[in-house]
């Protein structure tokens, strides 16, 4: 027979644990078995020594202490030794409760050691067993389903009836409620006689008369029918004290045991539960004392039992008492690892160990889904065990509340992901994990009953989603799949239940085998080694769901989020009407309460006077319209979701951005700054946190704005996008709308179809957020905040002025009639001007050198427009260089030379460093041919204008340069090119009307023939420019007649003449480019088929401008021709005042030039020569008079 030594304890608090008592591995029966324990926690007062009780002793009369309470016994007092009721059928989710640690990750199984011994002892014994299975992530919870106290209550309540049906149908259907016989009642009361008897201490072993057989023939104390069937707590009910300690409630959830053990037996982890008595006394610290009938030889069940009760305590010794009517006999002391070879109770310690190795396989693969009660049963006498999923049964009848255990499984999956999650930072790899955990919670849950519970564990389900960063999916601290371990079935299709042995099948014989989800078909097969090892079939379909797209991931969160809200707000629908009392403590989240942490009073002011200056809050709006009371599990879920809410529309609004899509982008941050308004009417306060995030949200939409200001071109495409809302959106909107009116920042999120609005808009929003920073105090906390905030203001600011800059250059091209610069003009002017101004204030409090150079630049342009504005509008005659132009002129100067000190040097930004040069260079360039042009006689000397216009020059070549090899290289050299001949031009002009001082006429002569020669080489370096090269090369021949026409001598006039002739020659190069771009063209329009006569003078393919080409070639013959003519006379002239005593040389030179001359004259004349067929003759004459140059009269 087995004895039970259970005892029952009222337990302190869970920190008074024992010092850890780690056993050591043991060799039992030559089979090596390992075994460890350590003790997590436990209630018992210090070990006492146990009394060795006289022989004769009469254990029928109780002792004088019996049931009594004594400071030995600690507070506990009966509770400890004598007390057997019965571990309640929730018993491992008490432990489970108190080490939440453990569940779901590190532990196999948690049970009351009663449960753990009879699993172990299936094969041995005929007794039935009755088992509630519950699977926590990897953690098996395993209680004893009481079938008998079941259908008892099942006939009082009506509870539980489909499960006595079921019963009664398929495996017993003649059930009635068995009686305990008398025999176990006094086995039970001479046992907890002894127990107190065996307490070492004063008048502990002295016998007191009976005076009532009550405690011999009836139950001990406590062990009434009703007490067992009290334990069971009613379905629907959810403890009351559940959020304040789970595990002291009293509705059966209590871990009552006097000890807690991890115990380790093979590789199988269990936290289990244990109430047996411990002793001090004999060879060892620990002994377990047992009783028994001396006429009844110990069998092996007894064997098992006493063995696993010592192994599972770390006890290493057993003192055994025998007894015979009562009667006290003799002690035997016994060894734990000698108890397996007990005469009549033998076993062998390796099968133990394949049995349980076997049962865990055989749960762990069946018992695959989180949330369902499984019930492994196995009828009394039978050799079949089999597993039945309680859940699917239960919803396939009733109400899944039926199940009473429903409650409390959801209860431990969602404190187990809330102990996860206090972690995850930690553990990013249990994310899955959690996911599950939280997603099998909420299936067990109705909305109507639990609601904190649901919003609770959707917010959690939420925050496993990181929206701050992009997710790394081959980021090796976040796999995708979770470990093998750890991954479970959460919702698959059933397996086929059935190995390459056969060990368990759906289709056994028995007619109710359809209903069961595994069978064992004979419990000799648990003895078999490995016969079960299944455990690696489960798919691990627990892993984290892979978002393939930000958009994805933010949708998950907001789906979440919502089904949180909905369970707040319909809780605030039903708990509307009830007074304020003081509501059930929320079950904690194990998060900072955003809500609770209040910030400066201030802080509350100055966000009202912003708000106000936002031009759209108001008063007294700092409160709950759907009646919330402040403080209430409703208020602080809803703050907590709302901000959630709002980060994940701020990420979706951002990644918008990223793909252009700006309507939508708009769209989102809206529904964020919806959110983050409804937040600030709830919250008093705001904590720094959630304000810098206010900061982020308005700098995104100041970007949005500005986008769509750029991108005015798809405004309908935009539009479209900003209007679309999807559902989930429009009942989270609807949700915000019951506490807010969601219109504080309605200013920032419209779309309009004004660019300076647009403009406008998000230079408010960045101008908020900056505003936010300072008065917060935050800037000197995030200061990569407040510098992006600063230089997207000083972005913005140049982008208005430039759009101000732009409108005021459109409304100067427009002005035709009026002389006079009008109003409007000038007041786009000082807005552009004050926006650059403050833009450059901007990025020079962040030392933005680049970006203030970039400002000053634009400001410099704007002085040009201004400049440009006050020219005169008469007539170019009349036109004169004004002071006002000059004055604008000279102020943009100053914003360039700004500029360039601003940046210091060119490498701080090449690019930017060069084209402020450029733009400087470019002033003076057009400052000094304005002068020029329209030189300003009226008020200044010539010489005066013309020392202005040469330093002018002067500074735009030093800004300009050639020689750096970049894009604006060409360009450059353009430029130098003109200037060159534009002060050649100058001196040249200066010589011709100048009259008297003969060294200015001379130097002016120098600096004319310096600066022909640099614009001609820098020309020649230009491939498109062979109109200007040309030009250049007649001034340089007009200044050679002007020189000749000054000389008296002939040898003189002679050698300016070859030198004239030598500079015609040169001009080879731009006939041949003039020849390629005419050659191009007709080929282009032959290619065309369009007739010649269809293209009008002035059109080329290349650029080439014919009009201009006409023109100089028609100077080129005459001037040409002028000079073979001159050149032939003072050749011939001087040939006769020699006598006729020329050189052949000269004689050649004659010759040459008569007949180019003679070819240049037929070519003129002939009026019918096209463009083309001139520059052919032309081309073909200076080949003529370059060969004779070679080694004529011209090189001497």
Not at 807 to 825: D, G, H, I, L, P
Request: net charge negative.
């Amino acid at each position: 027979m087995e004895e039970s030594c259970a005892a029952g304890a009222t337990a302190p608090l869970r920190g008074d644990a024992e010092e850890p008592k780690q056993g050591s591995v043991l060799f039992l029966g030559g089979n090596e078995v390992k075994s460890s324990a350590v003790v997590k926690y436990s209630s018992a007062p210090p070990q006492a020594a146990f009394a060795r009780l006289q022989e004769k002793t009469d254990l029928k009369l109780p002792p004088a202490n019996w049931l009594r309470e004594s400071a030995k016994l600690g507070p506990a007092g009966t509770s400890i030794l004598g007390n057997s009721k019965k571990s309640k059928p929730f018993s491992s989710f008490g432990m489970a409760y108190d080490f939440i640690d453990s569940v779901g990750n590190d532990v196999d199984v948690v049970s009351d050691s009663e449960n753990i011994k009879k699993l172990l002892k299936i094969p041995y014994s005929k007794s039935h067993v009755s088992m509630a299975v519950h699977r926590i992530g990897r953690t098996l919870l395993l209680d004893e389903l009481d079938i008998q106290e079941l259908f008892m209550r099942s006939s009082q309540t009506g509870d539980w009836t489909w499960l006595k049906e079921f019963y009664q149908r398929l495996i017993d259907q003649k059930w009635q409620r068995k009686k305990k016989s008398k025999e176990h009642w006094y086995q039970k009361a001479i046992l907890s006689k002894f127990l107190y008897y065996s307490i070492n201490g004063d008048g502990a072993a002295q016998p007191v008369p009976s005076t009532s057989k009550q405690h011999q023939e009836g139950p001990v104390a406590g062990e009434g029918d009703e007490a067992g069937r009290a334990s069971w707590p009613a379905p629907f009910e959810m403890p009351s004290s559940l959020s304040e300690d789970p595990g002291a409630s009293n509705q059966g959830l209590k871990n009552d045991f006097v000890r807690n053990i991890l115990w380790t037996f093979e590789d199988i982890h269990m936290l289990v539960g244990s109430n047996m008595p411990i002793f001090g006394g004999g060879r060892y610290p620990a002994v377990s004392l047992r009783l028994r009938d001396n006429n009844k030889p110990i069998n092996v069940l007894t064997g098992i039992d006493y063995w696993l009760d010592n192994l599972i305590c770390n006890v290493p010794e057993l003192v055994m008492c025998f007894h015979v009517n009562g009667i006290v006999q003799k002690y035997e002391m016994i060894k734990t690892e000698d108890i397996p070879n007990l005469e009549n109770s033998n076993f062998s310690t390796k099968v133990i160990k394949d049995i349980a190795q076997n049962i865990l396989s055989f749960l762990k693969s069946n018992c695959t889904k989180e949330g369902h009660t499984y019930w492994l049963f196995k009828a009394s006498g039978s050799d079949i065990v089999k597993l039945y999923d309680l859940t699917t049964l239960c919803e396939e009848t009733e109400d899944k509340y039926q199940n009473p255990f429903t409650m409390p499984v959801a209860i431990l999956l969602y404190k187990v992901a809330c102990n996860m999650m206090l972690k995850k930072n930690q553990n990013k790899k249990h994310y899955g994990t959690i996911r599950t955990l939280l997603l099998n919670c909420l299936k067990l849950l109705d909305n109507g009953r639990h609601p904190q519970i649901i919003a609770s564990a959707n917010y959690m389900l939420s925050e496993l989603f990181q929206l701050d960063e992009p997710k790394k999916e081959d980021s090796a601290d976040f796999p995708i799949n979770g470990n093998s371990d750890e991954s479970y079935s959460e919702e698959e299709e059933e397996m086929p239940d059935s190995d390459e042995n056969g060990s368990y099948s759906n289709s056994s014989d028995p007619p109710d085998d359809n209903k069961a989800v595994a069978i064992i078909k004979s419990v000799g097969e648990l003895s078999v080694p490995e016969k079960y090892k299944s455990v690696h079939r489960i798919r691990p379909s627990c892993a984290f769901p892979v978002c393939h797209g930000t958009e994805e991931r933010c949708r998950l969160v907001l789906n979440h989020v919502l089904e949180g809200l909905k369970s707040v707000d319909s809780s605030v629908k039903k708990e509307g009407d009830l007074p304020a009392a003081d509501p059930s403590t929320p079950i904690p989240l194990k998060y900072e309460d955003e809500s609770t942490s209040a910030g400066p009073e201030s802080l509350e002011k100055q966000m009202a006077l912003f708000l106000d200056k936002m031009g759209s809050f108001q008063k007294g709006k700092h409160s709950s319209q759907s009646g919330m009371i402040p403080g209430s599990w409703q208020y602080k879920m809803k703050l907590q979701l709302i901000l959630k809410s709002s980060r994940a529309y701020y990420v979706l609004s951002d990644a918008a951005m990223i793909l252009q899509k700006y309507g939508r982008a708009l769209r989102y941050i809206k529904l964020a700054l919806q959110c983050h308004d409804t937040y600030c009417c709830l919250c008093g306060s705001m904590l720094p946190e959630v304000l810098v995030f206010l900061c982020q949200c308005l700098t995104l939409c100041g970007d949005i704005q500005l986008m769509l200001a750029q991108n005015a071109n798809n405004r309908a495409a935009y539009l479209e996008e900003y209007n679309y809302q999807t559902k989930e959106d429009q009942e989270i909107l609807h949700s915000l709308h019951r506490e807010s009116r969601c219109q504080v920042f309605a200013w920032a999120t419209d779309l309009s179809t004004d660019l300076e609005y647009q403009l406008s808009v998000s230079c408010k929003c960045y101008e908020a957020a900056y505003e936010i920073l300072l008065f917060s105090n935050l800037k000197s906390q995030n200061p990569e905040q407040h510098i992006q905030v600063l230089k997207r203001m000083g972005n913005i600011r140049n982008e208005i002025g430039v759009f101000y800059m732009n409108q005021a250059a459109a409304v100067q091209t427009e002005r035709v009639v009026s002389k006079n610069v009008s109003t409007t003009e000038q007041q786009l002017w000082k807005k552009s001007f004050s926006c650059f101004e403050e833009g450059i204030q901007n990025f020079e409090s962040i030392d933005d050198a680049t970006n203030a150079a970039l400002l000053l630049c634009n400001t410099g342009r704007l002085m040009r427009i201004c400049a440009q504005a006050h020219c005169a509008a008469e007539g170019d005659f009349k036109r004169e260089f004004s002071p006002e132009e000059a004055l604008y002129y000279n102020k943009a100067i100053d914003y360039y030379l700004k500029a360039l000190r601003s940046l210091g040097k060119r490498d701080v930004h090449p690019a930017v460093w060069d084209s402020v040069n450029w733009e400087l260079s470019t002033t003076y360039f057009t400052m000094a041919t304005l002068q020029q042009d329209y030189a300003p006689l009226s008020r200044k000397a010539q010489e005066q204008i013309e020392k202005e216009v040469s330093e002018a020059m002067m500074k735009s070549l030093k800004y300009c340069d050639v020689d750096t090899v970049s894009e604006r290289q060409p360009l450059c050299q353009y430029r130098a090119a003109t200037i060159h001949h534009r002060l050649a031009s100058m001196y040249h002009s200066c010589l011709r009307n100048q009259v008297g001082d003969e060294h200015l006429r001379k130097q002016h002569r120098v600096l004319a023939d310096l600066h022909y020669s640099k614009a001609v080489r820098l020309f020649q370096l230009l491939k498109d420019a062979p109109c200007e090269f040309l030009r250049v090369q007649l001034e340089r021949v007009a200044f050679a007649e002007f020189q000749m026409a000054s000389q008296n001598s002939s040898a003189g006039k002679l050698k300016t003449l070859s030198g004239a002739l030598d500079i015609m020659t040169k001009t080879k190069g731009a006939f041949q480019l003039i020849r390629k771009e005419l050659v191009a063209e007709i080929e282009q329009i032959s290619k065309d088929d369009s007739p010649a006569e269809s293209v009008s003078v002035n059109d080329s393919s290349a650029g080439l401008n014919k009009e201009e080409v006409l023109k100089l070639l028609g100077i080129f013959e005459s001037r040409m021709s002028f000079l073979l003519l001159q050149s032939i006379k003072l050749l011939t002239s001087s040939k006769k005042k020699i006598g006729g005593g020329s050189s052949h040389e000269e004689e050649a030179a004659v010759k040459t030039n008569k007949q180019v001359y003679s070819l240049l004259l037929r070519a003129t004349a002939n009026k019918g020569l096209s463009l083309l067929e001139r520059t052919e003759v032309l081309l073909a004459l200076l080949e003529q008079l370059s060969a004779r140059s070679e080694g004529g009269p011209g090189a001497q």
